[in-house]
């Protein structure tokens, strides 16, 4: 696919990837943990390229000399000094993108397993629907774990409901937010400091949601492969993502 100059990628990667010990026992950038012999965060690239997206930039954090140096001079770098979720990682980007007009996708730097085929349909629904945010979402047997998305009974989606803030009813919901979202570059960043600091005193970046739900703006889903949400936060989950990338590879 050509290069899609309307679009960038945003690649949240700050984080230190505590429940890993490192060889050295140090922390370590989680990611830049090898998966199948290559960074995480490759594959994460990888995916936005595939899309067609090739200005990218990383938030950097922990450890950003190290990961500015392994993954290169081909992106852009804005650092976040201070880690206090995922919501402020995003905000640490304004400046970098303040100008642009076109559409943004934000994507985990230790979610590996999202494909170009899925960054390309969240992109192309979003730029069909106008939407303010697209969600890439997954039914899940068992969505333990995971921020559900709540819609109203015409379906709208209203809003994202976090596993620790979720009522019964809310806990039985299997539609789960995915990770990985396109927004209206403009609108996120001119309302990013409506986003309301959570009970661990951190911004989450799915409060945008209900930011555009109160704004009566276009929120959009696009349905996705469960096993693409797999992210990387234990030994257990890396070996999982790596059976799962062999497989594909087969």
């Known amino acids: 696919m050509s290069s899609n100059a309307c679009w960038a990628g945003l690649v949240l990667a700050a984080g230190k990837g505590s429940r890993f010990a490192s060889e050295s026992g140090e922390p370590f950038p989680k990611v830049l943990r090898p998966v199948l012999g290559r960074p995480m965060v490759s594959y ?4 936005l390229r595939g899309a067609g997206i090739e200005d990218i930039t990383l938030i950097v954090g922990f450890g950003a000399e190290r990961v500015t140096r392994e993954v290169g001079a081909n992106v852009r770098y804005v650092l976040q000094a201070e880690q206090r979720g995922s919501g402020h990682a995003v905000a640490c980007a304004r400046d970098a993108f303040r100008g642009f007009d076109g559409g943004l996708v934000v994507m985990c730097g230790d979610s590996p397993l999202f494909t170009a085929e899925t960054v390309r349909r969240i992109s192309e629904e979003h730029a069909r629907t106008r939407a303010a945010v697209t969600l890439a979402s997954a039914i899940l047997d068992d969505p333990f774990g995971y921020g559900r998305i709540v819609r109203d009974p015409n379906g709208v989606i209203t809003g994202i409901v976090e ?18 979202y396109a927004f209206d570059a403009r609108w996120l ?62």
């Open 44 to 47: 994460v690239l990888d995916a």
């Open 163 to 180: 596993e620790k803030c979720a009522s019964d009813r809310e806990k039985a919901i299997r539609e789960v937010n995915g990770g990985a």
């Open 189 to 250: 960043f001119d309302n990013i400091d409506q986003m309301a600091v959570n009970e661990a005193n951190e911004y989450n970046l799915t409060d945008m949601v209900r930011v555009a739900a109160e704004q009566g703006r276009t929120i959009s889903a696009v349905g996705c492969d469960a096993s693409e949400l797999l992210g990387v936060n234990t030994p257990d989950q890396l070996r999982a993502v790596e059976e799962i990338l062999r497989s594909r590879n087969a």
